[in-house]
């Protein structure tokens, strides 16, 4: 559910798991104003859906209209999955953490976040949940950058609250110092993104041994993790965070927690290589 949602890979992803464990049942796209929404995600029982992601910009409505939400995804103040109970009733998730992480784990088995502090570029409901899941994976540091300084604040104002001093905002302008001996760098901005200006970093400050990330994945190796490859560092793919925050909710709503492979990624790169 979004709006629009005509250019979400979600139905391709699902679709491929509920085709190959042979589970019969169907996963679609509804584009849903605003003004709409509330009612037709009550209506989700009614109207024969067990569940359903919801995407821009409807993951903030989405948290006041369940009528139980994961702690997680309170923290975060968001929900991207959401899960009818038999009486009607629905629960909230943000799986988008769970997704960042597992890509990165998948992407580079050594990869272990309690192992030095994480550089996370941006502000917006990703950067929170990326944050979010970082320190309860035991991240030591988490520095937030982004271009307006305010709203990292409020994010670390938000998922700090108990004042561990874990959460270090810093000045865009200086985003290249605070890649000192970072442990991971990640880019939750559009920049970079195909259409957008490209993020311009300079990377000489990070150690070539710091797990580099854009879960950008159009396209899928964008200017920042070229550069990083170049110099030696690990790189991991946005798309894979993608695939993985969907395990979650098929298991919530079919029953079997699904694989990402690499027969599926190649199925869902197909399908955004034809533009559908």
């Known amino acids: 559910m979004g709006w629009p949602v005509d250019h979400s890979l979600s139905p391709k992803v699902h679709g491929y798991w509920l085709k190959h464990l042979a589970i019969p049942g169907e996963y679609v796209r509804i584009p849903v104003p605003p003004e709409d929404f509330k009612l037709t995600l009550r209506n989700l029982q009614a109207d024969g859906y067990v569940g359903a992601n919801v995407t821009v910009p409807h993951k903030e409505a989405a948290l006041a209209v369940v009528d139980y939400a994961h702690p997680l995804a309170e923290r975060i103040g968001a929900v991207n999955t959401v899960v009818v109970f038999e009486d009607g009733s629905l629960y909230g998730l943000n799986t988008d953490g769970y997704g960042f992480l597992e890509n990165l784990k998948a992407g580079c088995k050594d990869f272990d976040p309690t192992a030095g502090p994480a550089v996370i570029l941006g502000a917006g409901g990703a950067a929170r949940a990326v944050v979010a899941i970082l ?68 990377l000489s400050a990070l150690p070539t041994t710091a797990l580099v990330n854009d879960i950008v994945y159009v396209p899928l190796e964008t200017d920042l993790l070229a550069r990083a490859r170049a110099r030696g560092n690990p ?42």
């Open 235 to 276: 790189v991991v793919d946005g798309l894979g965070m993608l695939l993985h925050q969907a395990r979650p909710g098929f298991e919530a709503w079919f029953g079997p927690l699904p694989e990402v492979t690499d027969a599926l990624r190649a199925e869902v790169l197909a399908q955004q290589d034809e533009g559908t």
């Open 135 to 202: 320190l309860d994976a035991g991240a030591p540091e988490v520095r937030l950058l982004n271009r307006t300084r305010a709203r990292a604040e409020k994010i670390a104002d938000d998922l700090d609250g108990i004042g561990s001093g874990k959460i270090i905002v810093g000045d865009w302008d200086q985003r290249g110092d605070y890649l000192e001996g970072a442990n991971l760098l990640a880019n939750t901005t559009t920049l970079g993104m195909k259409g957008q200006r490209e993020l311009e970093l300079d």
